[in-house]
C-alpha cells in the first residue's frame, strides 16, 4: 500500500496489492481462478472470473463512467458497469486522455543538500574536463553504414591482439549518415557527437567514408567537448587500409589510456538513465519503485538522474509538472509534452496508442496507467532541466527529461549519448538488448528472472515474493549499482550486446 499519491511502498505477501487507499482496482500477484475469496479487507469479494497475475480486480462497484483509481490517480473510466470481484481490463477500461489537457504550475520547495561526508563512494575514471567514466574502454563510432564492417573488424582485431590495454574495444555501428537530410541528418550528427564525448570512452575512433551527407569534418566540428588528445578520425577513401590505418590509431590511444587509473570517488559524479521497456502489471509496483528510490537517493547525493521517452509521460506529465524547480522548467515541460504530440499528429497517428500488445497482455490497459508506473523511476526527484534529443545532460543534481520516442533502442541510447554512466532498464518480459553503456536490467518479477538470468542482473521481484520491502531491495541494488560503477560487468558487457538505434523522422534521398 501508499501513503502518498503515486508512490509505491511495500506490498505485503499476499495474493493481490493495493497500490494506494484511494483505488477502486487491486492487483493480481499471482493468478486467481474464478470464486477466489479475496483476503481482508475484501473478505466478502470473491473473484468472478480467471484474473491473469498482475492484472487488475475491481474491488467495489464501479458504474459506467465512473473513473478507476490507480496510484491514487485515475487511470481512465469505465465503458460499462463493473462488479467487484471483476476483471478490470481494456474489455470494460478505457482512457480519458483527449489531447486537450489543461496544466499548472503549484511551485515547490527544493530540498536541503545532504551533508557530503555522508555520501557514498565508487571508484572511476576522473577524466580532464571534469566528467567521470565507469569503465575505460575505445569506442569506434561510423559516420556512415557503409564503414560498419570496418569497425567491427578494427575492434575484433584489437579484442585479439590488446585485450588487456583497456576494458573493452566497442564498434557503435549504425545503419545511418547516407543520404539523409533535414532532422534525420540533424540527429545523427547530434547523437554520435555526443557519444564521442561519453567519459566512459577513454579513446574513441572516428571512421568515415568520404561521400556521405554525414560528412566528418562537420561532424567534428559539432563535438564541441572532446579532449582532442583522445580521439582519432579518418575517411576511408583517402587512406590505403582503413583497417591497418584504424588499427595503428587504437596503438596511439592505448599508449595514453595506459596510464588511466581508477581513484575513489563520490556518487555526486555518476548519471543514470532510467529507461522501462516490457512493462507488465508489476512493473511500475516493484522495479520501477526501488528505481524511483536510486532517482531519489542520487539526486539527494548530488547525482544526476535521465528520465526519458516522453510518450510514456502522457496521463502523467501533471505528476512531473508538479516537481518542477522553477516556472521555466515547468514551461519547458510542457514544451516538451506537447511537442511530442504534436509529432504524432504531423504524422496522422493516434496520440494514446499505448500501451503494446505485450503490455496489455501483461496487465497494463491504458496509457495513464502505463505512463504513471513508468514515470516512478524518476521517484520524486526534483525536474531542473529539460534537454532535446541528441543533447547532454548538465553534471548537476537532479531529474533531466530527455526528449526521446519509447523505443527501446532510441531511447535508451539516447540515455548513454546524454551521459548517463548505467542505463537502469526495468522489464517485466525481459529483452537480451545491450547499450554502449552498462545496462542494468532488472526484473520487475522472478519469474522471467528465473528463466533469463543472463539477461537479468538484478530481481525486484523479490518484493513479491520475500519479506524483502521496496526499501530494502532499493539499498540492495544501489549497492550493487556502486560496484558496477567500481568495474562489475552487466550481463549486456559479458554478452557483449553493445547498440545503437537512431531517431529517425525525416526524409531519406
Not at 575512433?205 to 554525414?214: F, K, P, S
Not at 502522457?314 to 505528476?319: I, K, L, M, N, S
Not at 526521446?404 to 532510441?410: E, L, S, W, Y
Request: charged content about 20%; proline content about 4%.
Amino acid at each position: 500500500m501508499s501513503t502518498d499519491k503515486g508512490e509505491v511502498t511495500n506490498p505485503t505477501l499476499r495474493s493481490v496489492i493495493q497500490v494506494h487507499p484511494d483505488d477502486n482496482v487491486i492487483v493480481a500477484i499471482n493468478a486467481l481462478q474464478a470464486g477466489t475469496q479475496l483476503p481482508t479487507p475484501w473478505e466478502s469479494i470473491t473473484t468472478l472470473s480467471d484474473i491473469p497475475a498482475g492484472h487488475k480486480i475491481a474491488i467495489q462497484n464501479i458504474a459506467q463512467d465512473q473513473a478507476v483509481f490507480k496510484y491514487g490517480y485515475s487511470i481512465g473510466h469505465a465503458t460499462c458497469a463493473i462488479s467487484a470481484g471483476e476483471q478490470v481490463h481494456s474489455h470494460n477500461l478505457k482512457t480519458n486522455l483527449s489531447g486537450n489537457e489543461k496544466y499548472h504550475y503549484p511551485g515547490i520547495e527544493l530540498p536541503k543538500p545532504v551533508d557530503e561526508t555522508q555520501i557514498p563512494t565508487f571508484d572511476g575514471y576522473l577524466r580532464k574536463n571534469g566528467k567521470v567514466g565507469i569503465r575505460n574502454e575505445i569506442w569506434i563510432v561510423n559516420t556512415v553504414g557503409c564503414v560498419n564492417q570496418s569497425a567491427k573488424r578494427i575492434a575484433e582485431l584489437c579484442m585479439r591482439k590488446h585485450a588487456d590495454k583497456a576494458d573493452a574495444f566497442v564498434a557503435l555501428t549504425h545503419p545511418f549518415g547516407c543520404s539523409q537530410l533535414g532532422d534525420d541528418l540533424s540527429n545523427t550528427q547530434k547523437l554520435l557527437a555526443s557519444l564521442m564525448q561519453h567519459p566512459n570512452a577513454g579513446g574513441v575512433i572516428v571512421i568515415g567514408l568520404g561521400c556521405e551527407n554525414n560528412q566528418l569534418s562537420a561532424l567534428m566540428a559539432s563535438a564541441t567537448g572532446l579532449d582532442p588528445e583522445r580521439i582519432r578520425y579518418f575517411n576511408s577513401q583517402q587512406v590505403d587500409d582503413e583497417i591497418e590505418y584504424g588499427l595503428e590509431q587504437v596503438q596511439d590511444l592505448l599508449k595514453l589510456m595506459k596510464n588511466d587509473q581508477r581513484t575513489t570517488l563520490p556518487v555526486s559524479k555518476l548519471t543514470l538513465g532510467m529507461k522501462c521497456g516490457g512493462s507488465d502489471g508489476f512493473s511500475g509496483l516493484t522495479a520501477n519503485s526501488i528505481v524511483g528510490r536510486i532517482s531519489d537517493k542520487l539526486t539527494q547525493y548530488g547525482g544526476r538522474v535521465i528520465l526519458t521517452e516522453t510518450p510514456e509521460m502522457f496521463g502523467a506529465e501533471q505528476v512531473l509538472m508538479d516537481r518542477c524547480a522553477s516556472k521555466e522548467i515547468f514551461d519547458q515541460t510542457v514544451d516538451l509534452v506537447q511537442s511530442f504530440k504534436q509529432y504524432f499528429i504531423d504524422n496522422n497517428q493516434p496520440i494514446y496508442e499505448n500501451p503494446s500488445p505485450g503490455n496489455k497482455e501483461g496487465g497494463l490497459t491504458t496509457l495513464e496507467e502505463k505512463s504513471l508506473g513508468a514515470i516512478q523511476k524518476g521517484g520524486k526527484a526534483i525536474v531542473n532541466e529539460v534537454i532535446e534529443y541528441g543533447d547532454n545532460a548538465s553534471l548537476n543534481a537532479g531529474l533531466t527529461l530527455l526528449e526521446g520516442p519509447g523505443n527501446d533502442a532510441v531511447s535508451s541510447t539516447a540515455l548513454a549519448a546524454a551521459g548517463a554512466n548505467i542505463i537502469l532498464f526495468t522489464t517485466g518480459r525481459g529483452t537480451p538488448l545491450g547499450f554502449p553503456v552498462p545496462t542494468v536490467k532488472i526484473s520487475s518479477n522472478s519469474t522471467i528472472a528465473n528463466k533469463k538470468p543472463h539477461w537479468i542482473d538484478f530481481n525486484a521481484g523479490q518484493i513479491l515474493d520475500s519479506d524483502v520491502d521496496i526499501d530494502e531491495c532499493a539499498d540492495k541494488l544501489f549497492s550493487y549499482l556502486l560496484e558496477v560503477a567500481s568495474g562489475k560487468q552487466t550481463n549486456n558487457e559479458i554478452n557483449e550486446s553493445r547498440e545503437i538505434s537512431i531517431w529517425k523522422n525525416g526524409v531519406t534521398l
